[in-house]
């Protein structure tokens, strides 16, 4: 069966419902007395303020306000606070995360081993969410399960969560979900995090990270942060992400292209995946305004041109 790209999924739902390995992400614990404080320090979201087995979006970025890593963070006990992360990130960024720990009462380790991830996709995610809103967690003794943004194309929305629970414990009842269905529905719900091929590529907004709740300009200072807020309170936003659909396959940090200025790439796909019903891919894209006004284009200026989607949630306009 064919349809067009913004019909709605009612005829593959099937394919969403259920359970997903999430091999490509991984766990930062940071414990100690003083965990909270250091990644308020560390991190675009308030972290100091975060109640146990609470959830917040949070990047981590340079002096230069660019993303360096981004993650669902997760306290998990007073002193413990968790930052689920891209595994092809995490070794340089607990590396760096540790150089600034200097006389903080805080550990930063790798603790992937020591934590189960799952994602739960469809009815899956009601049953144990309810109707939370993203970034709500329901905390179970040491179960935590986070609501994420739901998977939206036309009318149809697909409930999202991040389940993790120590190693050792009983995975969550549902079908197996493949891993790269999972990674379709997060690109349908316009928000993911931070790989290695767009390291450093962005600052937040350009992921829309404001608008989805991983930036509080009310908090403190942070790396980047004057940055961040110089984009934001100046209007000088010129990138912005979009969903598109695209007829060829994609791949993150690809250039794109548009006629209006065919020398220089205006873009970039920061995540893609393979629509489950085999009717071509879809992608997020972050570039310029304007070019994505002009139209996107595969590889070249003369390359498959790229079909916008509108987005599953309101940008914060520019203060």
Known sequence: MTTSSTAPIDHFAAKLQGVAALPHLGVIQAQGEDAANFLHNQLSNDVLLLRVGQSRLAAFCSAKGRMQASFVVIKTAPDTVLLVTSLDLLAQTLK????????????????SSQWQL????????????????????IAQDALHTVALYP?????SKIPR?????????????????????????????????VTQPVFEAFVPQMLNYESVDGVNFKKGCYPGQEVVARSQFRGTL??????????VALQAGQDIFTPADPEQ?????VLSAARPDAQGFDALVSGTLESMQAGWRADSAQGQPLELLSLPYALLEDI
């Open 238 to 247: 010129k990138r912005r992400t979009a969903r598109v659909h695209s007829p």
């Open 118 to 137: 799952r994602g739960l996709l469809g009815d899956s995610t009601p049953a144990v969410m309810g109707s939370a809103a993203p970034w709500q967690t």
């Open 265 to 269: 790439p205006c873009a970039t796909v």
């Open 96 to 111: 760096r995360l540790s150089m600034f720990v200097l006389r903080a009462k805080v550990k930063m380790t790798d603790a």
């Open 161 to 193: 969560a991040l389940w993790l629970a120590p190693s050792g414990l009983a995975l969550p009842a549902g079908a197996e979900v493949p891993s790269e269905v999972w990674q379709w529905a997060e690109v349908m719900s316009g928000v993911t995090l």
């Open 151 to 155: 998977a939206v194309l036309g009318e």
